[in-house]
């Protein structure tokens, strides 16, 4: 059932390896962009949710990229967006926000609010490897 | 039982699987996503999959029991499973979710709570069928990726 195939390998290596923070209160839907992440060779951490990251990012500020849920209990991913986008401090990394709706008007005032881009759920490798060139 | 004769049965469930929409494209995505460096990804996404299936599924359950049923907690809960079954291929499952999702935004409507809570009731039922047939495959799905596996780590030694 397991076939051999390698991600595209932009997430780097060794000391430039992309460190992608990832935010989901669903656990399967954070194993499954771990693994869409690691495949394509990111390093990831993942909590469940935005409170947990505004922590981790306030310890640790060698995060790349930050791909978030947008529908998440107590913090959604577009407070979340905008938190990291008020900070002087992670302003500057990119978030990506995720969503298994289709909504125009959500999608806008992600983007509106500076998300790098937005991907529909259930998220797929080639979705990932469309992010790439964004955030070297 | 050899490795191949296993090998048959594993790939023969899962394309019936797929032919009968028990699973669709996503399931591909995740197969495409085990490897050497991964050979556990599906167990894993599988087993978290019905760790939470089966703790929303009781939530549901409860939550429909109550004398005055609070519609926007069930749609939340109907919500995730939704995007949990979406996200590993569940196509039959998902699709109950939708169904179930359409029932519980029309709870509102005048004079007919009644028939929309029987509805509801219909559709976790529903739901729950689709879910408990699908374990079943999964679970035998586990254990021959498992013999499998377990095979051909001997046959590295």
């Not at chain 1, 693994?35 to 505004?54: E, F, M, P």
């Not at chain 2, 039982?1 to 469930?13: D, H, P, T, W």
């Not at chain 2, 599988?46 to 005055?68: H, M, N, P, W, Y």
Request: negative net charge; contains cysteine.
């Amino acid at each position: 059932m397991s076939s051999s195939r390698g991600g595209n390998g932009c997430g780097g290596e060794g000391e430039r390896q992309i460190h992608v923070l990832a935010v989901d209160d669903s656990s399967v839907d954070r194993a499954m962009i771990a693994r869409i992440l690691r495949s394509s060779k990111y390093r990831v951490t993942t909590v469940d949710s935005g409170k947990k990251a505004l922590e981790l990012l306030g310890l640790e500020p060698d995060v790349n990229m930050i791909i978030t849920d947008y529908w998440m209990p107590e913090m959604t991913g577009y407070e979340l967006l905008k938190r990291v986008k008020e900070s002087s401090e992670l302003r500057e990394i990119p978030v990506v926000i995720m969503s298994s709706e289709n909504v125009p008007n959500r999608i806008n005032r992600c983007l509106a609010e500076g998300a790098e881009d937005f991907l529909l759920k259930p998220v797929r490798p080639s979705d990932v490897s469309r992010l790439c060139s964004r955030i070297r | 039982m050899s490795l191949m004769a296993l090998r048959e049965q594993l790939n023969g469930l899962v394309n019936s699987m797929f032919l009968e929409g028990l699973l669709d494209d996503q399931f591909e995505q995740l197969q495409m996503l085990q490897d050497e460096s991964s050979p556990g990804f599906i167990a894993e996404l599988i087993t978290l999959f019905c760790g939470d299936s089966e703790r929303i599924l009781a939530e549901l359950t409860k939550l429909l029991d109550q004398a005055v049923v609070d519609y926007q907690k069930v749609d939340a809960f109907v919500h995730q499973l939704k995007g949990s079954s979406s996200s590993v291929g569940a196509q039959h499952v998902k699709l109950a979710c939708v169904q179930f999702r359409q029932f519980c935004e029309e709870h509102n409507k005048e004079g007919l709570k009644g028939i929309y809570f029987f509805r509801c009731l219909r559709a976790l039922n529903v739901v729950k069928h689709e879910y408990y047939l699908l374990r079943g495959k999964f679970d035998t799905m586990l254990q021959l990726e498992q013999r499998i596996q377990a095979y051909e780590s001997k046959q590295q030694i």
